[in-house]
């Protein structure tokens, strides 16, 4: 089993910067693939942004690019989002996610964080 546990969440002003980690533990071998997910009150879950640890990569949804920033590191198995110039509509719960398969993007994914909230206000 993999476990992740997502840290630095909060209450932000619109335009301000937040980064976001989420250390994985256990059987860090079949962490492979490392990505953020968000859900918004009364909407579904949505893809945010995923790397690749071993090969790098990154994708992103349309709504975050070039806003936000995904990178790893690896020696604290450790994936973070940086968010920059926060928006309203970024407002949600923040999950962090993982997979044992090497290929981006926002399905296959198997182990999940218990979710981080950020809130940003106008």
């Known amino acids: 089993q993999v476990q992740l546990v997502e840290s630095g969440g909060g209450l932000m002003q619109a335009g301000e910067s937040l980064r976001l980690s989420c250390a994985a533990s256990?059987?860090?071998?079949?962490?492979?693939?490392m990505g953020w997910f968000r859900q918004a009150p009364g909407k579904e879950r949505e893809f945010v942004a995923d790397?690749?640890?071993?090969?790098?990569?990154?994708n992103y949804a349309d709504s975050v690019k070039g806003r936000f920033t995904i990178f790893v590191d690896n020696t604290k198995n450790t994936v973070y989002l940086q968010m920059n110039s926060l928006k309203p509509e970024d407002t949600a719960v923040y999950y962090c996610?993982?997979?044992?398969?090497?290929?981006?993007?926002?399905?296959?994914?198997?182990?999940w964080g218990r979710g981080t909230q950020v809130t940003v206000s106008s």
């Open positions: 996610t993982s997979k044992k398969a090497y290929a981006l993007g926002p399905t296959g994914y198997e182990f």
């Open positions: 256990g059987r860090t071998g079949n962490v492979v693939t």
């Open positions: 790397t690749n640890r071993f090969i790098g990569g990154t």
